[in-house]
């Protein structure tokens, strides 16, 4: 990220807690002329302090922390990755390598999962997962015609509300916990072209009617954590009562990361329940859906 992208980001941070240049020089400390010239791209070195105070006056999680002081280095995604050498062979600078890998292991796990990107665009999801969300043939039909047609804000915040109608209590903290993931894997990406393009149509209230509280909410939110887990207790209205962990693995490409999400089962009715839908929906993964490493903007 060039000084020029990360100046944007801190507007973009600074937007989201609906602070003026002066209210978030005044909370972090600093002199206002710096947080201009930070925001222009003007400003080329960073000292530690400054960025602390930064992190902490935009109120930022500890994994947006690390991602924020990541971003602040200067260095692009392509040379965060291990380069190939006459003495090295690597399949990390190999995007594509990396993402069939994690398709693969989905493809052979008995439990809910998906890859997805810093996006949160859907790049792949196992049968087991496309029962259990539901995923129609409309949904996949018309998903491409669509900004953010693969993303989980889609299913999340979108106006079908797909899965508010599915969760019958609980909500809130199911709300929160999906948004937050969004949010914090997609720091070092937010002044980026595409994720842009994103916001403008999760920003519409038609569209998405509960997108911008929970994007506001989780800006705002008190609560650490400090790794890609998540718990989530409530009842389905399909499935009943459900208890289980969302973890996450994370592999790094030039192209930013990519993440295998998979659902572990915390209690024996959830446990029975993907069994069940395993064996009906027996091992497969629906693949390629959303395009990466290159993004397209249809209809822009």
């Not at 380069?83 to 600078?93: E, F, G, V």
């Not at 106006?159 to 929160?176: F, G, M, P, T």
């Not at 329940?273 to 959303?290: C, K, M």
């Amino acid at each position: 990220m060039d000084r020029k992208e990360f100046g944007f980001l801190i507007s973009l941070l600074r937007q989201d807690l609906d602070l003026t240049q002066f209210k978030l020089a005044e909370y972090a400390e600093i002199d206002i002329a710096v947080i201009s010239q930070i925001e222009r791209g003007v400003k080329k070195f960073f000292d530690p302090d400054l960025l602390f105070k930064l992190a902490n006056a935009l109120h930022l999680t500890t994994i947006e922390r690390r991602e924020f002081f990541l971003a602040a280095s200067g260095i692009n995604e392509e040379r965060i990755i291990r380069q190939p050498s006459a003495a090295l062979a690597t399949d990390t600078i190999n995007s594509e390598k990396v993402l069939g890998k994690m398709v693969q292991i989905i493809e052979k796990l008995r439990v809910p999962a998906f890859v997805m990107d810093v996006y949160s665009d859907v790049l792949a999801i196992n049968h087991n997962a496309a029962v259990f969300f539901q995923v129609s043939p409309q949904i996949l039909e018309t998903a491409p015609l669509l900004p953010g047609g693969y993303s989980t804000a889609r299913m999340m915040f979108g106006k079908d509300l797909s899965i508010r109608s599915k969760v019958l209590d609980n909500w809130e903290q199911y709300a929160v916990g999906s948004m937050r993931f969004i949010r914090e894997n997609s720091l070092r990406y937010r002044p980026k072209p595409y994720f842009q393009y994103l916001m403008k149509a999760f920003r519409n209230p038609v569209e998405f009617p509960l997108f911008e509280r929970y994007w506001r909410m989780v800006s705002s939110f008190e609560q650490d954590r400090e790794a890609n887990v998540d718990l989530f207790a409530y009842t389905h209205a399909d499935f009943g009562h459900l208890y289980y962990a969302t973890s996450t693995t994370t592999s790094i490409t030039p192209h930013g990361e990519l993440f295998l999400n998979q659902y572990l089962p915390l209690d024996d009715a959830t446990r029975v329940l993907f069994e069940t839908l395993a064996t009906q929906a027996g091992y497969g993964v629906i693949a390629p859906l959303a395009p990466w490493p290159v993004k397209k903007m249809p209809n822009k």
